[in-house]
């Protein structure tokens, strides 16, 4: 998950790459290679403990000024499913490039929670509950409040939230 953004970003250049994308590429391989001995460990616990996280970068592309979503989801404090994606429009504010971004974990979020569910139902056991952090405060209103709209905001909170 460590290089996921780097290589979505150097691939979109991969029709017409310049020196600085080869360089790019290149510093992926050596982290690479320096850390081949790492490795995703699952801790043991009482109960299966499974949560995602999102976030966007509001208009993180100076050329287009589009955004970028990105989430993580853990099982047993290892990551099990990432992404990281260019939003296909220009949002306007902060809180909704993290709605879009929060939008595309819940996809992804969904169809992982399920499968849990299913394998341990198999078990006879129970699934987790499907949480995702999110740190925009607006962002988490309009998800408690679906049928209203809050003010456009262009600064995030450091508090992290469920929704």
């Given at each position: ?15 017409n ?31 299966i ?19 970028t979503?990105?989430y ?8 099990v ?10 949002s ?22 399920r ?7 198999a078990?006879?056991e129970t699934?987790?509950e ?32 469920s929704?």
């Amino acid at each position: 998950p460590d290089i996921a953004y780097a290589v979505g970003y150097v691939s979109r250049f991969m029709e017409n790459p310049q020196e600085e994308h080869w360089v790019a590429v290149k510093r992926i391989f050596r982290y690479l290679q320096g850390t081949k001995t790492h490795g995703i460990c699952f801790k043991p616990g009482d109960k299966i403990d499974f949560r995602g996280y999102s976030d966007a970068d509001w208009a993180g592309d100076l050329a287009d000024r589009k955004s970028t979503s990105g989430y993580t989801f853990m099982l047993m404090s290892a990551p099990v499913s990432w992404g990281s994606k260019k939003q296909s429009s220009v949002s306007l504010s902060t809180s909704e490039a993290e709605y879009i971004a929060l939008s595309l974990a819940i996809q992804e979020g969904k169809w992982i929670h399920r499968l849990l569910c299913e394998i341990l139902a198999a078990a006879n056991e129970t699934g987790p509950e499907l949480m995702i952090r999110e740190d925009n405060q607006s962002c988490i209103k309009m998800t408690k409040n679906p049928g209203t709209t809050a003010a456009p905001s262009t600064s995030t909170s450091s508090t992290t939230t469920s929704a």
